[in-house]
Structures are given as structure tokens and as C-alpha cells.
T-cell receptor, first 115, second 114 residues
Framework: GESVGLHLPTLSVQEGDNSIINCAYS??????FIWYKQESGKGPQFIID?????DKRQGQRVTVLLNKTVKHLSLQIAATQPGDSAVYFC??????????????FGSGTRLQVQP | GAVVSQHPSWVICKSGTSVKIECRSL??????MFWYRQFPKQSLMLMAT?????????EQGVEKDKFLINHASLTLSTLTVTSAHPEDSSFYIC??????????FGSGTRLTVV
């Protein structure tokens, strides 16, 4: 099930099940989104990305869905494995009036895979 | 692929001293690099955008005199935490832009101020 911890919500799933991690983004002008996986003590690792002119993109065992109407992003992981246990962040990329582009990260979800 | 090397991976320093963290792009030139800070169980917060040959752009609430950023070459950006205090203890992560929308992250630096 899903629970809210002190700062990071946690999603616990059984090995082999599918996982769905959700993210609400803040800026309707964001045009590019990325999902990252972060293991303890390491930097973020790219998983999959999607542009705002798409609503779905598939990778190997992962699918990202984008709903611009409600500013919602989801990451689906098929056949979740113990090695998928990590914290997952969505990030949105926006170009400011100054022309500067930078990534802003969402709050993150900890995925725990039970063997 | 594009690789960003960040050093040191961890550092312990005494309160009041300064610490320098390096971020290098190994096989590409990075005109723009970014510095993030991450407290335990929290997300990455953008501190500043580092542009080669010009002053860094700091996010609101980040003290530019405390967190000095230098991006003097196309492959190196440094973050110096000056007069560090225990509340500066955090995980600092750099990233480099590799294209219009490509970003590669370093492995992070765990700073502990005692």
C-alpha cells in the first residue's frame, strides 16, 4: 500500500507486481519531463523522459504517462524487481522568460519491493 | 555517454571552515552546470545555475556569498561552501546540461560539518 512518511511517501509492492508512482507537477508551461531513480548516497539516474506533445512513452519495463489537463505524471514499472527499490523523482523542465532552462524536482516516492 | 565526475564523494569539516566541491564533465564540454542540495528524505533543491565564463544564477533564498560557484572552464564547475556550519550538512549534487534538454548528474558529495 501507499503511506506518507515524514517527508517521502512510500510505496510497497511485491516482487513481480506492477508499480505505479505518481507525480503532480507545478507549472503548466513545463514542456519536458523526466523520471529519475535515486539509490541511497548516489546521484539521480535517468529512467525515461517525455515531452509535453506526447501523453505516453514506453521504455524497457517502464512507461510514463502525462496528463497535462491535471498536470499529472505517472511512472509504471512492470514486473517490479528488488533492484527497483529506490526513491523515484519526477522532474520538470521549463524555460524561463530569461531563456534559462533548468530542472525542478518533485517531492519523490520511495519504492520498496518485497521479495 | 556523457559522464560527470564529482569530488569528493564525502567530506567532514569543522564548523567555520570552507569546503570546495568539484564537478567535471569528462567527455564533453558543459557550458551550463547546476548545483543541487538534498537533505535527508527530501527532494533535490536547485541552488544555482553555473554558466561558463559568467556569474552564476542563484535561486531565491540561496546565499551567493556563502555558496561560491566558479565555472572557469568548459569542463569544471566548483562549489565552495564558505564558513560552513552544521546546518550546511547535506548531500550536494551537480549536473551538467548535455544538449537542449539532456542532463547528466554527478554522484553527489556528502558534506558533514562538525
Amino acid at each position: 500500500g501507499e503511506s506518507v512518511g515524514l517527508h517521502l511517501p512510500t510505496l510497497s509492492v511485491q516482487e513481480g507486481d506492477n508499480s505505479i508512482i505518481n507525480c503532480a507537477y507545478s507549472n503548466s508551461a513545463s514542456d519536458y519531463f523526466i523520471w529519475y531513480k535515486q539509490e541511497s548516497g548516489k546521484g539521480p539516474q535517468f529512467i525515461i523522459d517525455i515531452r509535453s506533445n506526447m501523453d505516453k512513452r514506453q521504455g524497457q519495463r517502464v512507461t510514463v504517462l502525462l496528463n497535462k489537463t491535471v498536470k499529472h505524471l505517472s511512472l509504471q514499472i512492470a514486473a517490479t524487481q528488488p533492484g527497483d527499490s529506490a526513491v523515484y523523482f519526477c522532474a520538470e523542465n521549463i524555460e524561463e522568460d530569461t531563456g534559462r532552462r533548468a530542472l525542478t524536482f518533485g517531492s519523490g516516492t520511495r519504492l520498496q519491493v518485497q521479495p | 555517454g556523457a559522464v560527470v565526475s564529482q569530488h569528493p564523494s564525502w567530506v567532514i569539516c569543522k564548523s567555520g571552515t570552507s569546503v570546495k566541491i568539484e564537478c567535471r564533465s569528462l567527455d564533453f564540454q558543459a557550458t551550463t552546470m547546476f548545483w543541487y542540495r538534498q537533505f535527508p528524505k527530501q527532494s533535490l533543491m536547485l541552488m544555482a545555475t553555473s554558466n561558463e565564463g559568467s556569474k552564476a544564477t542563484y535561486e531565491q533564498g540561496v546565499e551567493k556569498d556563502k555558496f561560491l560557484i566558479n565555472h572557469a572552464s568548459l569542463t569544471l564547475s566548483t562549489l565552495t561552501v564558505t564558513s560552513a556550519h552544521p546546518e550546511d550538512s547535506s548531500f550536494y549534487i551537480c549536473s551538467a546540461r548535455t544538449g537542449a534538454d539532456g542532463y547528466t548528474f554527478g554522484s553527489g558529495t556528502r558534506l558533514t560539518v562538525v
